[in-house]
């Protein structure tokens, strides 16, 4: 059977195009808006020989020529979403619209200055994880350039700028935690959103520490859901999985969701000083592929610095430049 290419959202004016990318996730969304400015592609899917060829079915099948797409949205600078941007505008010519804070991160992980594949291992190291885990990571990171390249030009938007796209007026909504300057996008008359990965459905987004990028991403996140909290909306249309109607209700429960792994994490940090490398295994488990690792990683650490953040935690080094260890600061509270 032919592989569905496109949904067509007609009441909210969105085609939904899957694109295909690693596991697990298998899919990211990228949307399409028709109006007399042009089509707008949001979220153009990472760079491979197969995303290059569904892109090209996907226009036949719509009787798209490259040249009708005027403008290129990036909620944020992830391989899955950012990847194919650049290749689409030399296809195209059309504009790539991401926000500043998004696009020094795609070169702060990818740029040819990069220094993450030593920053990161470094910094998982003194957090206590294995050198079977650490000598997999340049590797694993090394990946994903082909996937980003090249970069695109950008047009940098801000809050204050609204952005046309199918003939209709979007606001940004810019939040950080999964990834620093994601891009949301709310249309007021139809009250539709458009998250990225700053709202999933059913999927917890990953809240990410990356060396030299944001000091609290998850303290980050949780602002990102406030705000974003405050739209009312009907349907929102995510980067991964299906367009949903229970944003609010999401929002809440992805608040929630943090409050109790953090109160975990206390709680373990009660019984004795741990490394975030055990406090990483005994929350997400061992049997995760290096990719999977590396998330659990960041964001284990990212609730960890959280704790200090609040007070709750201390973090304690061995020896100057040493291992570091995490150690609960209040008294465990027992319900009896
Ligand atoms: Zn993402
Ligand atoms: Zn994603």
């Known amino acids: 059977m032919k592989p569905v290419r496109f949904q067509s959202w007609a009441e909210a004016g969105v085609i939904q195009v899957p694109i295909s990318m690693a596991p697990p996730l298998k899919k990211v969304n990228s949307y399409m808006l028709r109006g007399s400015e042009g089509i707008t592609v949001i979220d153009p899917g990472p760079r491979t020989e197969e995303t290059e060829k569904e892109w090209k079915e996907v226009w036949r099948e719509l009787r798209i020529q490259p040249a009708d797409i005027t403008s290129i949205v990036i909620t944020h600078h992830h391989p899955d979403h950012f990847g194919l941007a650049g290749y689409l505008q030399s296809l195209t010519q059309a504009r790539v619209y991401m926000s500043e804070r998004a696009y020094e991160e795609a070169e702060r992980m990818w740029g040819s200055g990069s220094v993450v594949n030593e920053a990161l291992p470094a910094l998982f190291q003194r957090h206590g994880m294995p050198a079977d885990w650490l000598n997999q990571l340049p590797q694993h990171m090394r990946g994903f350039i082909s996937q980003v390249k090249p970069f695109p030009e950008i047009t940098p938007v801000t809050e204050d700028s609204s952005i046309l796209m199918g003939g209709r007026r ?20 139809k009250k539709i959103m458009i998250c990225g990965d700053a709202v999933l459905p059913q999927i917890s987004p990953n809240i990410s520490l990356v060396p030299d990028s944001e000091s609290d991403p998850l303290q980050s996140f949780i602002e990102g859901l406030r705000r974003l909290g405050r739209y009312d909306v ?103």
């Open 234 to 336: 009907n349907t929102a249309f995510p980067g991964h999985r299906s367009p949903f109607d229970y944003f609010n209700e999401r929002v809440r429960l992805l608040t929630q969701h943090h409050e109790q792994r953090l109160q975990r994490m206390e709680q373990l940090l009660q019984e004795e000083p741990l490394t975030g490398f055990q406090i990483c295994s005994t929350v997400f488990g061992t049997k995760l592929g290096i990719h999977q690792m590396r998330f659990a990683m960041s964001e284990t650490l990212a609730h960890l610095l959280e704790l200090v953040r609040q007070g709750r935690a201390a973090m304690e080094e061995k020896d100057t430049g040493g291992e570091i260890r995490f150690r609960a600061l209040q008294q465990s509270y027992k319900i009896l």
């Open 170 to 189: 979007w606001e940004p909504i810019i939040s950080g935690g999964h990834a620093p300057g994601h891009m949301s996008f709310y249309e007021r008359s």
